[in-house]
C-alpha cells in the first residue's frame, strides 16, 4: 500500500510537470497592461518548483486612480498559476463586495490559459462567469440593499493552468475629502511580481511611508496634469503563517494618504456622526421610562448597552463600504438593525440623550510607529464610543463596542496603540495618543482550601490583578457579577464551588485586589478513599490572553506572535492536608528563555501542601524563530498532568 501510494504520488508531480511545462512551451500568452505575462510564468519556472507548490501568483497588482473630483477608481489585476484544487478553491472562484449606492463594478477580465489558448474567450467575459448576489447577512436588512457581493467564477479550469482576473470598482457620488490605504507586499502564496499603483492630479500629490524594506514608490509624470507612482517587489515570499491581525507589523507595507492633515479629516469623520444624531421625541420619552430607575450614570450606561443589544440586530457586513454613509439615528432604532457604524450612531446619541458625554473614538492595536506620521482611517482596528459622565464630578469613563455591545471599563483590555477622537470643535481637541509596551500587567491569585467535618470542604482566597489582566469589565454591573465571576474564577482552580462572601480592597479600572470566601462542593473519591484535586487554569488568567492566531499544536510558524503587553501570573493554592497522605502531587519544574518563565514550586508549610506556579510572558512581540521557546512554556502551563493531586486519608 505505501509503494502504491508513493507511485501515484511521483505520478502526481510527474503530470503536473509535465503540463505546466507544457504551458511555457505552448503558444503566447501576450501582455496585460503592460505586463509580459509569458515572461512572468517564465520567471516562476526560474524561482519556485511548481511540484511544491500549490498556486503562484505571477501578477498581484493594484491601481488606485483618484479622479479630478476626489473619486476614486481602483483596479485590481491577479495572473495565478494553479496547480492543485486548494488553490482552485482559493483563486478561481472570488467573492467580490462592493456598494451599489456609491460606486459601479466593472468586470474587464476573467480567463483561463490552457493548452496554448484563452477560454471561455482572450477579449470577452462570460456572462454566466459574473454573477451578482445579495449578502446572506443583508437579506432581512432593506435599507442596506445596495451592498452586493458579485461571485467571479473562472471557466475552463484544469490543473494546471493559469487564470486572470482584472475588474475596477468606481465610485460614482462626490469625493469624501480624502483616502488612505495599506497594501501588504507579501500574499497567502509566493509571488512573481506584486505593485502598488497610485495615479492622481499633479496638484493633489499624495504622501507615503514604507516599512519592513517596502520599496519606495516611484515617480512618473502623466498626460493632462497627472502623476503616477508605482511601488513594486519582484520574487516576493508568501505571507508569514498563521496569519496576525496586523501583518505590516513584520511584512514590507506601504500606507498611503490624500489627506490633508489630521484636522481636515477630523472634519469630515465628525460630520459622519453629528448629522445624524437626531432623536424623536418618541424615541427619547422611551428612554427615560427605561432609564427612570437607573441612579447614576453607570448604571444608565449599562442599561442603554443592553436597550441597544435587545433592540437592534447587528448587520455582519463591511463597514469600510459604507464608512461615510450611516443612517439616522432615529432609522437604526426604528428598523431594528444595524452594522457596526449605525449602532454607534445610534448609541453616541442614546449617551447624550441621557445626560452623557459620548463621542466616536477609533483605536489601533498596530505596533508600528508609522501609524502617527499620515492621517488616516485605514490604520484604525474599530470605533469604539467613548463615554464620560456629563456633570461634573461624575466618575463614569467607558468605551461602548457597537460591534460586540460590550462596556468597557479597562482601557488596557482593548490592546490600545493608538487612538483618535475626530472631533472638529474647540471643545473636544483631536486627540493622537501613542503607548508603548509597559509593565505592571499582573495576575496574582492564593487559593486555600480545609476540610471542616461540619460543612466538608471551604476555602478562602484573593485577587490581585492590575491594568491588561485588571477583570473590571467582568465584576462590575447592576446585578451579582462580582459574586459570580469570582465563583468562576474559584472554579476554574479547584472545581464547583460556591461564592459565599467577598470583599473588595481596590475596584477601579487599573487595579482589582478582593478576598473573598467559599464553599467547595465534596471532591470525588475513587474507590480506595482517595481524594482528587486537579489544579486548574485560572480564568481571566494568562491563557485566556492569547491571541486568536495561537495554536499550541503548530511546532512551526513563519509570523511573530503578538501579545497586547508583557504579563506575568502567579498563582499560589494551598491545601491543608493535615494528616492525609500525599499520593500524589505535581512535579516541581522551572523553564526560564528570553521569552519568559514558567515555574512550579511544590513544598510543605507545616500542615499546608502549598503548590505555586509562575508563568511570565516577558516580551509582547515574539518573533517566528522564537516560537519555540513560548510554545514550551504555554504547553507547560497547559499540561494536565501537571495538575493532579491525589491525597489519601488516613
Not at 11 to 22: K, Q, R
Not at 387 to 400: F, H, N, P, R, V
Not at 460 to 481: F, Q, T, V, Y
Not at 508 to 515: G, K, L, N, R, V
Request: glycine fraction near 6%; charged fraction near 25%; hydrophobic fraction near 40%.
Amino acid at each position: 500500500m505505501i509503494r502504491i501510494r508513493c507511485i501515484y504520488s511521483v505520478s502526481i508531480v510527474i503530470m503536473i510537470l509535465s503540463l505546466s511545462a507544457s504551458l511555457l512551451s505552448a503558444a503566447s500568452m501576450g501582455s496585460s497592461n503592460g505586463h509580459d505575462l509569458d515572461a512572468l510564468l517564465a520567471r516562476a519556472a526560474e524561482t519556485c518548483d511548481f511540484s511544491e507548490e500549490d498556486a503562484i501568483i505571477l501578477l498581484a497588482s493594484r491601481t488606485v486612480s483618484i479622479r479630478d473630483d476626489g473619486t476614486m477608481k481602483t483596479r485590481v489585476h491577479s495572473v495565478v498559476w494553479i496547480g492543485t484544487g486548494t488553490a482552485i478553491h482559493e483563486y478561481a472562484d472570488l467573492r467580490i463586495p462592493w456598494n451599489s449606492s456609491c460606486s459601479s463594478l466593472d468586470v474587464i477580465r476573467l480567463r483561463t490559459w490552457r493548452e496554448g489558448m484563452w477560454y471561455p474567450s482572450e477579449s470577452e467575459v462570460s456572462a454566466t462567469a459574473v454573477v451578482e448576489t445579495l449578502p446572506f447577512a443583508v437579506a432581512r436588512a432593506d435599507d442596506y440593499t445596495a451592498m452586493r457581493e458579485t461571485m467571479l467564477l473562472h471557466d475552463g479550469i484544469e490543473v494546471p493552468c493559469v487564470i486572470e482576473t482584472v475588474y475596477e470598482i468606481t465610485e460614482t457620488e462626490g469625493a469624501p475629502g480624502g483616502a488612505d490605504g495599506v497594501w501588504i507586499f507579501h500574499r497567502d502564496d509566493r509571488a512573481v511580481m506584486v505593485e502598488f499603483v497610485l495615479e492622481a492630479p499633479a496638484g493633489d500629490v499624495p504622501r507615503f511611508v514604507t516599512g519592513n524594506s517596502a520599496p519606495v514608490p516611484v515617480k512618473s509624470d502623466l498626460s493632462e496634469g497627472r502623476v503616477r507612482f508605482v511601488s513594486s517587489m519582484e520574487d516576493v515570499p508568501r505571507l508569514g503563517v498563521p496569519h496576525i491581525v496586523h501583518p505590516e507589523g513584520h511584512a514590507p507595507f506601504l500606507f498611503w494618504s490624500t489627506w490633508k492633515d489630521w484636522q481636515s479629516m477630523a472634519d469630515r469623520t465628525a460630520s459622519t456622526f453629528e448629522n445624524f444624531l437626531t432623536l424623536s421625541v418618541d424615541i427619547r420619552e422611551r428612554l427615560h421610562e427605561r432609564l427612570v430607575n437607573e441612579l447614576d450614570d453607570a448604571s444608565k450606561a449599562i442599561r442603554i448597552a443592553a436597550v441597544i443589544d435587545e433592540r437592534v440586530r447587528l448587520v455582519r457586513c463591511d463597514p469600510r463600504l459604507r464608512k461615510f454613509e450611516p443612517r439616522p439615528a432615529g432609522r437604526t432604532w426604528e428598523t431594528g438593525y444595524g452594522h457596526v457604524i449605525d449602532r454607534g450612531v445610534l448609541a453616541t446619541a442614546l449617551f447624550r440623550a441621557a445626560g452623557m458625554k459620548a463621542q466616536p473614538e477609533y483605536i489601533s492595536t498596530v505596533f508600528n510607529r508609522y501609524v502617527l506620521e499620515l492621517p488616516g482611517l485605514s490604520i484604525f482596528d474599530r470605533r469604539l464610543i467613548h463615554i464620560q459622565s456629563g456633570t461634573e464630578g461624575g466618575c463614569l469613563d467607558a468605551w461602548y463596542n457597537p460591534g460586540t455591545g460590550e462596556l468597557i471599563r479597562n482601557r488596557y483590555s482593548t490592546g490600545i496603540r493608538m487612538s483618535w477622537q475626530p472631533c472638529s470643535g474647540s471643545d473636544l481637541p483631536i486627540k493622537t495618543e501613542y503607548s508603548e509596551f509597559s509593565s505592571g500587567n499582573s495576575f496574582d491569585l492564593t487559593v486555600s482550601i480545609e476540610h471542616d467535618e461540619n460543612v466538608g470542604w471551604k476555602g478562602h482566597g484573593h485577587l490581585s490583578a492590575k491594568k491588561l489582566l485588571c477583570p473590571i469589565d467582568r465584576m462590575s454591573g447592576s446585578g451579582d457579577e462580582a459574586v459570580s465571576w469570582l465563583q468562576k474564577l474559584s472554579g476554574s482552580i479547584i472545581g464547583d464551588v460556591k461564592v459565599t462572601s467577598y470583599n473588595p480592597y481596590t475596584f477601579d479600572a487599573q487595579m482589582i485586589s478582593t478576598s473573598f470566601d467559599f464553599v467547595v462542593d465534596d471532591f470525588a473519591e475513587d474507590s480506595f478513599g482517595r481524594v482528587r484535586i486537579s489544579s486548574g487554569t485560572p480564568s481571566g488568567g494568562i491563557l485566556e490572553m492569547l491571541p486568536g492566531d495561537l495554536r499550541l499544536y503548530h511546532e512551526h510558524r513563519d509570523s511573530p506572535v503578538v501579545f497586547q503587553d508583557r504579563m506575568s501570573q502567579k498563582v499560589l493554592l494551598r491545601i491543608k492536608v493535615d494528616s492525609m497522605k500525599l499520593v500524589h502531587v505535581p512535579e516541581p519544574a522551572s523553564i526560564e528563555n528570553t521569552v519568559g518563565i514558567f515555574k512550579i514550586e511544590v513544598r510543605k508549610e507545616g500542615e499546608w501542601l502549598v503548590i505555586e506556579r509562575e508563568l511570565e510572558i516577558r516580551k509582547p512581540v515574539i518573533q517566528s524563530g522564537e516560537w519555540p521557546m513560548l510554545r514550551s512554556l504555554l504547553l507547560e502551563e497547559s499540561d494536565a498532568s501537571s495538575r493532579a493531586i491525589l491525597l489519601e486519608k488516613q
